[in-house]
Nanobody, 119 residues
Framework: QLQLEESGGGLVQPGGSLRLSCAAS???????????MGWYRQAPGKQRELVAN???????NYSDSVKGRFTISRDNVKWSVYLQMSTLKPEDTAVYYCRVRTYFGMDYWGTGTLVSVSS
């Protein structure tokens, strides 16, 4: 009952920056059930892994591999979550997925946006 649209992916050189955006849409009833908003990624040959996540109050958590380089934030008026990525490394190359979790434990996923870090 929720739709997620990611944007902001692309090709960037090592050490560069990108900002990912994800906007949730749906009925007001569904939108008001959103608790967690976060980002996952999946690199070729690897499992999908958590990048960063926020709860409804905006408190963040990060994977160790991105801590200190990435910043997650959310806007509960626009129903959006953002990921500011800095000091990007080739190992950050992956398809990045937005994930929303409701207070009832239901997950919704975006279709992904590709981030390629290469010189």
């Amino acid at each position: 009952q929720l739709q997620l649209e990611e944007s902001g992916g692309g090709l960037v050189q090592p050490g560069g920056s990108l900002r990912l955006s994800c906007a949730a849409s749906g009925s007001i009833f569904s939108l008001n059930k959103i608790n967690e908003m976060g980002w996952y990624r999946q690199a070729p040959g690897k499992q999908r892994e958590l990048v960063a996540n926020t709860t409804s109050d905006g408190s963040p958590n990060y994977s160790d591999s991105v801590k200190g380089r990435f910043t997650i934030s959310r806007d509960n008026v626009k129903w959006s979550v953002y990921l500011q990525m800095s000091t990007l490394k080739p190992e950050d190359t992956a398809v990045y997925y937005c994930r929303v979790r409701t207070y009832f434990g239901m997950d919704y996923w975006g279709t992904g946006t590709l981030v390629s870090v290469s010189s």
